[in-house]
Structure formats: structure tokens, C-alpha cells
């Protein structure tokens, strides 16, 4: 089926053989083909002025017509035709600067844009907003994820809000503590599924199409719509002047498309003139799309996938096809770092009291890679996403600190005294 005429607001086609579907059309993938849906907009009816002046106009503040979302912010290129929203509210996350990091990374001046700050913690919550919003739009009786943690996290949480079952699966012994601990909280049925997040995700995906269970992993589409406006958001407090490099964590891959996405239609609609590169970082064992990069994209690969960084521990990345498009499409990069590099960048933001997730500080790495190796100027235009909070995984962060053979770099042991004021001298003696 193609809308050749009278085009709706908003429309669903399949990526690989362009088939369409409804707005409201609750498949997660193509029924024709199976291949990965994306959500089409008509342009808006309005001057790129007229635009900007909505999303300026909407940008907090108790006039009306303003959303304290900084994701309905910009509602109309992520859903336009929702009305009634689910929404914590969530977004309107800092850019930071910090000339330790910096130094660290050999910038000039670098930007993080800390997506740690939404309601649950990650930048899951742009996406899950948009996809819990259509979850009700379709009336969908329950909705389900499969997760290395913070997918889970923030769809328990909507799903409350929306007053709809959920049902998560995560791998048994490879998701931090903060948050299991989250899912378990916003009363979510949480399922610890003996495998990997990759058997997790197949598990859900037949489960929704035999259980008629609405599936919000970053497959579904709506979720990308959501993850846009990470982008928008950092476009416009840049004042539509567009960086040079943008960096971030590759796990499986919906923000790596939904950022191509983003970056495409931003342009296309002349909000910006020039196209920000993406550069996807992975951990060094988990790192599928680095090798089909390096290949030029000729063979999509698998692996079994091992990192410290669980949240990106994945080894067959779904949203693949669509992310080839963000890297093709933005002369972006794609490369890994090593757990001990990424857990050195995590003790560098956490060091300056920004804080992140072991996932978040692969894109710090990277960063560092990229201008040792040439690749990034330091005086280039940068903006690294820190994906996730610091207390998403305070296992991994203790860890880090109490190691003692040999200390690695930035680590801070914590000291047992005896209720002294003696030991509390000695301690404040001690050189840094
Ligand atoms: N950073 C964090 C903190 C994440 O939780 C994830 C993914 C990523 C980066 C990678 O993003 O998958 O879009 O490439 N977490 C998912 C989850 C898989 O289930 O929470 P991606």
C-alpha cells in the first residue's frame, strides 16, 4: 500500500521495501517484508521561521501553548497528531562543559549533553514517551521490552503513568543493580531471562506477535521519533548552528539511526545548514558494526558480546539497517574502545562531577581516540551524549574504585577509620 495523495500527517514505511502502513498500525516490523519500520512526517505547514518560533516559544515558561517536555517540544516532526500525551515530563537535559575533560580528551572545548538528567535517568525516556503515548493511541493492552536495563527502567515507569501492564526482559546476570532495582520499583513484570540481551530480544519479539503484547524495544519506530529530539534539543541550544562532530554510545543501535534521522530531516526542513558527522562508539567486546564499518558495510556481523558496559552489551544490534543509513548518511565514523579505556573516560566525568554510566563514557573515549588519531580537530565543534546517570550502575563504579592491583587511573578508595580525630588528620595529610 503507498499514500500517493492527500497524505496524512504522519506515516509508516519499511526501510526496505518501502511498503507503508498507517499511523496506527501496531505491527513492530513490516508485515511484507519483516524488514525495520520508519515514521514519515508531512512537512510542516509552516516557514523554517515560523518552526523555530514554536520551539522557542514552547521552551518552558507558564505561557500557553508550553510544554515543560523537551520532547513535545518539538512535536511537530515527532508526532503531530497525538493529543493526549504521556509525558513525566522528560528532556530538557544540560550542556555541560568541563575544561577538565577537556584536557582529558585533548579538546579545545567540548560539549556533553547529559541525557543522565531525564526522570528515570537515560535518554530512554524521549523515546519511551513517544512510545507509550502510541501504545494508548492504539489501545494496547500491555506493552513489553526487551533490555540491558534502561530501556526497562524508563518503560516501567511510563507504563504506570499510562496505567498499562508491562513486562520486561533482561538478561539474568548482566544488568546493574540501579536498574533492576528501577524496573522492580515502577512495578513492572520484570522477567530475568537465562541469556544474553540478544536471546532476550528474539524471546520478546515472538512473544508480541503471539501474545498480541505491544512491543516498545527501539525496533518500534515511535521510540526513534522520541530519541530525535536529543538532537533538536542540543540544535537549538546551540542556536541551530550545527557542531562539527556529534559522539555517542552503539549498543543496538536506535539512537545511532535515530540521530541519522534527525540530522536528515533537521536539513531537509532548513533548520540547519550543515550536516553534524556521527561518530558511534562501541565497547571494544561488543563491537559488531565497528567490523561491518570497517568493511565498508559489506556483510552485517554477530557477536557474542562482553563489556563491562552492560547496557551496550550487545551483540546482534536490531536497529542495523537504519543505523548504516546515520553513518552513510553523515560521513560519520564508527570505532570501539576497551573496557579499560571507557572506565578510565567514566572515572575522568565522574571525576569532574558531571558522572555517567561505564556505556555513557565509551563515547568519552572514543572522543580521545578520535583526536589522538587525527580523525576529530580539537578545535572542531564536538557534543558527546552521556547517555546515562551515574547511579544507573554503582556495582561497575565500586568496583572501579576498590581495585587495588594495581589502582587504575582516577580511582578513589574509600578508607575504613577508627572514630578518631587523629585518623581524620592523618587522612587529611595524606597527599591527593
Ligand atoms: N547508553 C546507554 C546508557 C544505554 O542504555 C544504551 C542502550 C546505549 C547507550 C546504546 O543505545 O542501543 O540505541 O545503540 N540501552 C538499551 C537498553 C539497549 O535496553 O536499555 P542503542
Redesign the pocket.
Known sequence: MRFETNRPPSWQACIACGNETPELDPHPRCTVCGGLLEVHHRPPNLTREELLQKFTERRGGPRPGATASGVWRFREVVLPSATEVVSHPEGNTPLLHRPALDRWTGMLRLLLKHEGHNPTG???DRGMTVGVTQACRIGASAVA??????????LAAYAAQAAIPALVFVPKDAVSMG?LAQSLAYGARTLLVRGD?DACLQLVEAASARLGVYLL??INPFRLEG?KTIVLEMLQQLGWDAPDWIV???????????FGKAIREAKEWGLISRVPRLA?VQAEGAAPFVRSFEEKFATRHTVKAETVAT??R?GD?A?YDR?VLAIRETDGVVLSVSDAELMEAKAAVDGCGVGC?P??AAAVAGLRALVRRGVVDPSQRVVVVL??HVL?DPGALLQYHREIDPPPPGANRPVEIEPTLAEVEAQLRRPG
Request: charged letters at 10%.
Open positions: 537515560s535518554f530512554k521490552c526487551a533490555s540491558t536495563g534502561n530501556t526497562a527502567a524508563s536498574k540481551f524495544n527501539s530519541q555517542l554510545p552503539a549498543g543496538n543501535l536506535g539512537n545511532t539511526a535515530a558511534a547496557a551496550i550487545i544490534p536497529s543505523a554510566e556505556a555513557s547517555t546515562g544507573k
